[in-house]
Structure formats: structure tokens, C-alpha cells
């Protein structure tokens, strides 16, 4: 799975944190302005099959299987939605409200959920019941976690330190760690011989990739603005890297094949501020999420092979993080309302 969630300009960057009910509910009951709701898209025509409203301080989306998904909230709480039956099935209370934790998760080799938490903790979650199994340090301040692709490990990228963390999930113990020019806001990998991890700092207009097997050193890709996002192609060298560019009046979506030096790169200038990306994990398809600043987001459909935009959709709201579903069947689109 690889994806990424959005670098949020200022005005939009913190939402009011506050104490919620944790009983099952029915998500609709919160469609007050200012919540989050996730959009379910085809990734074929990228057509809008469903949206579900209401996720009170959302900030991330993760999937778990053909049916259901995670959203998590700077309340504290998780929420598992069933896009079967567009509902949500439980809520869980997993730690105490923090405007700017619960930001980023992903579903580990082992079957854990990993989840940057509130207070600088990361969080281990059942997948089946969603409590907590365990919570460590990772860091001062991590922002981004992703899977390995090839063992059971999962990579947090600090934005304090500037430093990426290799995490063994069999006890979720620091094994390597390296430390970058730039913070890495986003993380993804891909397959490139043993194994890659892509870095896209919000801090400096670069992206990195730093191979698994080593873990000591890192190439640094240039890009035409800071970065937002990330994706990698799992079977590919190919990856996809969003540049918002906040100050313009429009932003960029690079892309890249690195498996020769020099990289080939191609970036193509685009309507609205590409805040996140994410991509097909069982296909060759990007897909980049762009804030038009209208209130709403034009969502782009990118062939990884041809590099040419395949369709585009627009949406209301803000993207705050999307995720592929379904084996490669739907895309999730979490956004402020």
C-alpha cells in the first residue's frame, strides 16, 4: 500500500480537539460544517460510488480488506467503516484528543495497524477489534508511517529530528535509523531490487530514496517545490511525488523512474495544489489529490507507465489523505467539508 496524506496550509492546518461518545453509531449524525467524510470512488473511470459524512477531526484513512477501512481522528478516536454497507461498524476510543497526532496509518506484513499517535507515540491496533496492543516511542515527533514491502517491518519519519526509523513490528523496537536533509513529511516505498523507501519533505524541495538493504545512505531527487506526497509503483521503480505550492496559483505533480541514474523525471504543471497521492498496490495507476481552493478537490488518475493523466474527477471538500480499497477497485478520499 502506498500512499500518503496531505501537507495542509496554515489556515486549515489544526481543528478543535474535543471529547466525543464512543457508542456505536450511525455516522450521519455529525454533518455539522467543519467535519470530514470519505468518498468512495471506481478507480476505473474514477466515477463516485458512495460517500460517507461525518468523521469529526479525521486525518487518516487506511484499508483493511475488500470491505472495511479505518478512519482515524484528532479526537482519539478510530473509526471501522464497512464500504459494503456504508456505515460505520465500531469506534474505539485510543488515546486523548491531540490536534496534530492520529495523522497517518498503515496496515503492517504481520496484520497490525500502525498509527502515528498523539504526544509523539506510535500506536500498534488489532485489525479485527481495533484496541490497542501497543504503544512506543519512535521518536520525537514522528508524522508519517509506512510498510515494508518485503518484511515484517514498517519505517516512521520524524519531522524534529529529520531522521527515518526502521521498526521491527515482531517488538516494535528501533533496528537502523537515518538521518536527512530534509524532514520527511511523507513515506512510501517500492520495489526496487530489495526494496526502497521514498521520503518527500515538506521542508526542503526534495525527495529521497534510501534502499532497504542498506539503510546508510540516500539519493536526493530535486523537486519543483516542497512536497506534500508520496507514492511508489510496489513492482516498479516508478514513483509519483505531489508539490502543493501554497504561495502560486498552481502546483506540480512529479514523476519519477529511478532504477538508472540519472532518473528519468517528467513534472507536470496542474490546476489546484496537489496536496496528497497514492497508488494502485495491485495495478500501475497514481492518483493525486489537488485542493482548488473553491471549496472543493480534482482528483487525477495517472498511468505509471505512460505518465499521461488517464481521467480526473472533482469532489467537495478538502483532501486530507486517500488510500486504494478493494484490491484496486475504489479509492478513498477522506476530506474536510
Partial sequence: MSRSRALTPTVLAVLAAGALSVAC???????????????????????????????PGGRSVCSLDMTHFLVSSNTGLVYAVSSENMAVEDVRQIGSPFSTGYCDMTLAPGGSVYLVGGFGLMLELNPTTYVVLDEFYAGPSPTSVCRSLTQNRIYVGDSQDRTIREIS???????????????????????????????????????YVITTEGFFNYREIGM????????????????????????????????????????????????????????????????????????????????????DVAVTRDIPGYPWDMVVHAAGSHLLVLTLE
Fill in 224 to 307: 519543483s517545490g516542497f512536497c506534500s506526497g508520496v507514492a511508489g509503483l510496489p513492482d516498479t521503480s516508478v514513483y509519483c511525488v505531489s508539490q502543493p505550492e501554497w504561495g502560486g496559483e498552481s502546483g506540480y505533480i512529479t514523476l519519477v523512474r529511478g532504477d538508472a541514474l540519472p532518473e528519468e523525471t517528467s513534472t507536470l504543471e496542474v490546476t489546484g495544489h496537489p496536496a496528497c497521492a497514492c497508488s494502485d498496490p495491485s495495478g500501475h495507476d497514481f492518483f493525486v489529490a489537488s485542493y482548488l481552493e473553491d471549496g472543493t478537490t480534482r482528483i487525477y488518475k495517472i498511468d505509471g507507465y505512460t505518465w
Fill in 169 to 207: 513490528t515482531s517488538d516494535n523496537t528501533v533496528t537502523r535509523e537515518l538521518e536527512l536533509p530534509g524532514a520527511p513529511y511523507a513515506l512510501s516505498t517500492f520495489l526496487e531490487g530489495t526494496g526502497s523507501i521514498l521520503a518527500a519533505s515538506s521542508a526542503v524541495q526534495a525527495a
Fill in 25 to 55: 453509531h450511525d455516522v450521519e449524525e455529525y454533518g455539522a460544517e467543519g467535519s470530514t467524510g470519505v468518498t468512495i470512488l471506481d478507480t476505473s473511470d474514477l466515477s463516485v460510488v458512495g460517500t460517507i459524512p461525518g468523521f
